[in-house]
């Protein structure tokens, strides 16, 4: 704003701000004119970068064209649908292949529970029936063969690895351990990094070293677990291992009436040793009947509190244990948990292999859970309550062992292990697991699924049979005529773009508007306006015209490529040519029937006609020279109206405008002191006159009372 004091018309009568404002409409004239040149420039940068996506979708289709898959599409057919049915990739070879027979189909391995006794055994004994989302602890006694627990927690612990090249991460509690005969110390631990499953030792001197990738160590001084090699950032990491016993602890407020423990089971048998014990401040509590006890209470005289065991609620009955504002309270117990194991085979002949920790608290179906969730082990597990049996299912099909007659899926473990007793499937006979076995073109094969690839082609079995079927592999002509109809719409779709911006009335009469002249005008009418002052900008461009014309000369030539027949070596032998409107900026047409006939007769040349390659332009296909063209002219374009990811300064059209911004911002400063200089001229002519009639009227006092 203006320093300058502004006295307007008090003393002439005039109105100087309109005398001002008329003297400075024509002064910024130039001002309009630099305004007006701006928007334009920003009007030809929106219309270049409308068109330049039109190019850049216009390049992904010729992208898309270079690609084998849209001229090699396959349809099948099978004689007899209810045996065999057939899918071909655009590789598979054209012809017919003959399925003399199929005497097997493949199937599954499973194995049924109380199979391994004869007559075969419920889970359940002469009580009540198993529930299978109730707690297994506490239906121990409902099982015919009684559940095996063991002393400990199962505790899991999750991480995200940091790509250190010393991989390694702290737990919190000491696993349960076991020694082999060689003295490598084997941990009751699952370990995960991205889904790969690690078994733990304590060293690894005895692991061959073409399987020391699969092991990793944990240190029992230290707490920590170290993998060979460095864990990817962001990987995740998951541990589950058996504690002898966690310690809890927590902050209590004074008087607090109850604690919850995190493992809502608690053993209290820990065969004649104390497996529970309290922590109070500075004071040590013992357990004995479930009620807890000072253990200088020698007597036993006086119960603190209790604890249900099988919920891990601790009730405190003495409000004066919890006599301090923060109290800081730590148990120290064990759980009950039994384990089990499982393995299957893959194709390849390696076996997965999986150790499961079942918590007390955990039901059947949070361990059928656990087995149908596995990532790499590939069995079902189910339990059907009628029958009050469980079933394993191999995912896969198949006869996957490599060794003569072995079962597929691998009941490990101890006799105590849950699958072996409590599951009874100890000597459980397996049934299924068997390969597809069939004859084709006349030759004897078998596939451990149904469903197989030879030669590009994927069968699928439906059923055993001995009457030949014929499975035929033909050229998709639909499909492919689609992909070229779909490209020449593309095509089309940007020559009339670009030619509708060629020829798009220019009206010189109709500047932009200045901001005062939008003021006088309602919405509608500005719309009209700005619609005819920013039509035609592109009209007869240069780049626009030579795109054109260049994508229509490359279109029309032959291609000259050995490999093509020709009968088939221009767009026009195939059925595809320019329409006879030229005002249409040489747009295509198609005769459907001449195209599908080219493309069954000779697939191999209209595939080259499009995509072939070669060392000069002659040679290389339409697809192949339109999108050197095309990426030529969106390049071009670039280079003038840049992106929206731009700065003005990476492109000309920006430049230009950054120039006129200057020159606007130049004009202004001069305009603002041209005004400053009109007022100040105004404002000494208002002092003037302002003096002039102070004069005139003092004189005029004087000589009226003389």
Do not use: C
């Not at 307007?8 to 004119?33: F, R």
């Not at 589950?240 to 607090?256: I, P, R």
């Not at 499961?356 to 361990?367: A, C, E, H, K, M």
């Not at 374009?637 to 492109?651: C, E, L, R």
């Amino acid at each position: 704003m203006s320093s300058i004091q502004r006295i307007t018309g008090l003393a002439s009568g005039m109105d100087i701000d309109s005398i001002v404002e008329k003297m400075m409409t024509a002064a910024k004239q130039p001002l309009v004119k630099l305004q007006q040149q701006k928007q334009i420039l920003e009007w030809q940068e929106e219309d270049y970068r409308t068109l330049n996506q039109k190019y850049f979708d216009f390049r992904s289709t010729l992208s898309n064209m270079k690609l084998t898959s849209k001229y090699r599409a396959r349809t099948t057919a099978s004689s007899n649908e209810n045996y065999v049915t057939a899918t071909a990739t655009n590789n598979a070879a054209l012809g017919s292949a003959t399925i003399q027979s199929v005497t097997q189909l493949a199937t599954a391995a499973t194995k049924i529970s109380g199979t391994g006794s004869a007559p075969p055994t419920t889970l359940s004994g002469s009580g009540a029936k198993i529930k299978a989302d109730a707690s297994l602890y506490s239906q121990t006694g409902n099982f015919s063969n009684r559940i095996t627990w063991n002393n400990g927690v199962v505790v899991s612990q999750s991480f995200t690895g940091d790509g250190d090249a010393t991989a390694a991460v702290k737990l919190s509690n000491t696993p349960v351990s076991t020694t082999a005969d060689d003295g490598t110390v084997y941990y009751a631990m699952n370990v995960k990094v991205n889904g790969k499953t690690y078994q733990v030792v304590n060293d690894k001197s005895n692991i061959p070293d073409n399987e020391k990738g699969n092991y990793a160590v944990y240190n029992a001084e230290s707490g920590v677990l170290t993998f060979d090699s460095a864990v990817s950032a962001g990987s995740g990491i998951h541990v589950e291992y058996v504690a002898d016993a966690v310690t809890e602890t927590k902050t209590l407020s004074k008087g607090a009436a109850t604690m919850q423990l995190g493992h809502g089971l608690i053993a209290t048998d820990a065969g004649g040793d104390q497996a529970f014990s309290l922590k109070i401040n500075n004071t040590n509590y013992v357990l004995e009947n479930d009620k807890l006890y000072a253990e200088s209470d020698t007597g036993k005289s006086s119960p603190v509190g209790t604890l249900d065991a099988s919920t891990g609620l601790i009730t405190f009955t003495d409000s004066s244990v919890l006599s301090g504002d923060n109290n800081t309270v730590s148990a120290t117990y064990s759980s009950k948990y039994a384990t089990m194991s499982l393995g299957s085979y893959n194709e390849d002949g390696s076996m997965n292999k999986a150790a499961f920790y079942i918590n007390g608290t955990d039901s059947l179906n949070d361990v059928m859970a656990d087995v149908n969730n596995h990532s790499t082990l590939g069995v079902s597990m189910y339990y059907d309550e009628n029958a009050d049996r469980v079933s394993l299912t191999r995912k896969m099909t198949g006869d996957l062992n490599k060794n003569k007659n072995g079962d597929e899926i691998i009941i490990g473990g101890s006799e105590n292990d849950f699958l072996n007793q409590t599951l009874q499937f100890n000597g459980s006979v397996e049934s299924g697991g068997k390969n597809a076995k069939f004859t084709i073109n006349g030759l004897e094969t078998e596939r451990t699924s149904n469903t197989f690839t030879i030669s590009g082609v994927t069968y699928t079995l439906k059923s055993k049979f001995d009457t030949p079927v014929a499975v035929t592999v033909s050229n998709d002509t639909d499909t492919i005529f689609k992909n070229i109809k779909d490209f020449v719409d593309q095509y089309n779709s940007l020559i009339d773009a670009v030619q509708s911006k060629l020829n798009e009335d220019r009206y010189s009469d109709y500047a932009p508007l200045t901001d005062d002249q939008r003021k006088e005008m309602t919405d509608t009418q500005q719309d009209q306006w700005d619609k005819k002052a920013r039509s035609g900008l592109l009209r007869n461009d240069m780049t626009m015209k030579s795109s054109l014309s260049n994508m229509r000369s490359l279109i029309y030539s032959k291609v000259n490529n050995a490999n093509i027949s020709s009968e088939y070596n221009q767009l026009s032998s195939i059925g595809i040519t320019t329409t006879s409107d030229w005002l249409k900026g040489g747009k295509l047409e198609i005769n459907e029937d001449k195209l599908k006939a080219a493309i069954q007769n000779d697939p191999d040349s209209v595939e080259l006609l499009f995509r072939a390659t070669g060392s000069t332009t002659s040679e290389k296909g339409i697809v192949q020279r339109l999108y050197d063209s095309v990426n030529n002219t969106y390049n071009t374009i670039v280079d003038k109206a840049g992106k929206s990811t731009y700065v003005n300064t990476q492109f000309t059209i920006g430049k230009n405008i950054n120039d006129l911004t200057d020159k606007i911002r130049d004009m202004n400063d001069k305009l603002g002191k041209l005004e400053d200089r009109y007022y100040a001229q105004f404002t000494a002519m208002e002092q003037a006159i302002q003096k002039y009639n102070s004069q005139y009227t003092y004189l005029s006092s004087f000589f009226s009372n003389s």
